[in-house]
């Protein structure tokens, strides 16, 4: 850190304070991200963190650099968020009883998903990520750490917990640090720590080897789905996932597990649509994810209808998630293609 510049961005420059913090912007990013689990609110959090750090960076001392600073804004502005009464809430207020709120007759779900809020992370974003390595504590490879799996499971422990497992286990810092980000004693970190890690380790994918990313073996997976799903081939689809399968569609609380409820899932949107007309290939999570297309029967026009994320385990597809369009500009997906 140049004094310098900080000196600069003490006196009121905003264009120094912009050259201290800008390195960083990308990973404070992901981090809201992984706190809330949604995009828009990470990019608010986001927002609001810079101005918070612009309004109080005459008072920063240098005593931690100025990323550990940025962090202590970030993750505070994020658990503000999280302990609001205006959070969406994570349970729906009422039982399911039917996925009637569709267009489509769905059968019953196996049942209701706890995060209804959660939206993919364009893979777009991600090279913005410094190239700083994790701390010596982090326990998380950054692959699975931006992981839909991992998001969701995630999203489940209590604020305090959510903190601490993303400064000590995925960003690596030391609990003396993390206690100082947080205003906690190191043994309320460690104690956060302890019940944190034994919720996600109950919650973790089977522990098998996925293709690499746009491997021979990825390539010739996605290729088979991709047929399979745009003909809406339903057989051909369940032999290409794991036997205890998710299907998930947030903000919809109804989710499908196994292949035998997941069969009955397919079936009925397959009497439905008969066919998906397109499917534009992005990446969401560090995980395969495509653009999904109807065409209007009228116009002739491809419109996007979803955004579908699968995550891979082995050679099979154990996870399924279709995203509503709302995020679909995050990943360059144009709402009409002709």
Same mark, same amino acid.
């Given at each position: ?15 120094? !304070? +912009? ?6 912007? =990308? ?21 609001? +963190? ?16 100025? *990323? ?14 999280? &302990? $609001?009464? @205006? ?14 709120? +569709? ?39 950054? &692959? ?7 998001? /969701? ?6 604020? %305090? ?40 380790? +109950?919650?973790? $994918? ?5 293709? @690499? ?5 990825? *390539?010739?997976?996605?290729? *088979? ?33 196994? $292949?035998? @409820?997941?069969? *009955? ?19 969401? %999570?560090?995980?395969? @994810? ?29 996870? !399924?998630?279709?995203?509503?369009? /709302?995020?679909?500009?995050?990943? =360059?997906?144009?709402? /009409?293609? /002709?």
């Amino acid at each position: 850190m140049s004094e310098e510049l900080l000196g600069r961005a003490r006196a009121g420059d905003r264009d120094a !304070f +912009t050259s201290l913090v800008e390195p960083h912007r =990308g990973e404070l990013h992901v981090h809201c991200y992984r706190m809330l689990g949604s995009l828009q609110d990470a990019e608010d959090a986001l927002q609001e +963190t810079l101005l918070a750090a612009w309004l109080s960076i005459d008072g920063f001392e240098g005593r931690s650099s100025v *990323r550990t600073w940025l962090y202590r804004i970030a993750t505070n502005r994020c658990l503000n968020v999280l &302990r $609001s009464s @205006a959070r969406r809430p994570a349970i729906p207020a009422a039982p399911v009883q039917s996925p009637a709120a +569709t267009t489509v007759s769905l059968p019953e779900p196996t049942g209701a998903g706890e995060v209804l809020w959660l939206q993919p992370y364009p893979d777009l974003l991600l090279p913005e990520l410094s190239d700083r390595a994790p701390g010596p504590e982090a326990r998380y490879e950054s &692959r699975e750490a931006i992981s839909l799996a991992f998001i /969701t499971a995630v999203q489940l422990l209590p604020p %305090n917990q959510r903190a601490v497992l993303m400064l000590r286990d995925v960003l690596g810092y030391h609990a003396r640090e993390t206690a100082e980000i947080l205003g906690i004693t190191v043994d309320a970190v460690t104690s956060a720590l302890k019940r944190a890690r034994a919720t996600m380790n +109950t919650a973790r $994918s089977l522990d098998l080897p996925s293709p @690499a990313p746009d491997s021979p073996g990825e *390539r010739e997976l996605l290729e *088979r789905f991709v047929t399979a799903f745009t003909e809406l081939d339903v057989d051909a689809l369940i032999a290409l996932m794991t036997d205890d399968v998710w299907v998930r569609m947030p903000p919809l609380p109804f989710e499908y597990r196994g $292949s035998d @409820a997941v069969h *009955r899932f397919f079936s009925a949107i397959s009497a439905h649509f008969g066919r998906v007309d397109r499917m534009v290939p992005v990446r969401a %999570n560090g995980q395969p @994810a495509w653009g999904q297309y109807i065409r209007d029967q009228v116009t002739g026009n491809l419109h996007i209808a979803g955004i579908i994320v699968v995550g891979l385990v082995g050679d099979r597809i154990h996870e !399924f998630t279709h995203f509503e369009t /709302t995020v679909a500009p995050y990943f =360059g997906l144009p709402r /009409t293609l /002709t």
